[in-house]
């Protein structure tokens, strides 16, 4: 069964970096990273086909953030730079296998338990 545990977030200013941090034992082929702020709807920030090494980048995050895995770690990153107020929320990483589509929530079925990502002016 598989098993993610996050770790790396934090408090930052703006213009600051993060990396989030996800290590998964078992197999999985698909991982994400959702965030989710205070009265809004889950939604994706970025995801990876493990195999494929095929990534998925939202738009509002393109050109600041970077996902990564090293598989010698059993690990997937989120690199976060540039941080702006809006990127403050609950991100969770998330791991399915048969997932078709990327960017879907319900696609996944193994989530980490979240860790808060806070952006100060």
């Known amino acids: 069964q598989v098993q993610l545990v996050e770790s790396g977030g934090g408090s930052v200013q703006a213009g600051g970096s993060l990396k989030l941090s996800c290590g998964v034992s078992?197999?999985?082929?698909?991982m994400a990273w959702f965030r989710q702020a205070p009265g809004k709807e889950r939604e994706v920030v970025a995801a990876?086909?493990?195999?494929?090494?095929?990534?998925y980048i939202a738009d509002s995050v393109k050109g600041r953030f970077t996902i990564s895995q090293d598989n010698s770690k059993n690990t997937m990153y989120l690199q976060m730079s540039s941080l702006r107020p809006d990127d403050t929320a609950m991100y969770y990483c998330?791991?399915?296998?048969?997932?078709?589509?990327?960017?879907?929530?319900?696609?996944?079925?193994?989530w980490g338990q979240g860790t808060q990502v806070t952006v100060s002016t």
């Open positions: 990876i086909l493990l195999q494929e090494s095929r990534t």
């Open positions: 998330a791991a399915g296998y048969y997932v078709a589509d990327l960017t879907l929530a319900s696609e996944y079925d193994v």
């Open positions: 078992g197999h999985t082929r698909a």
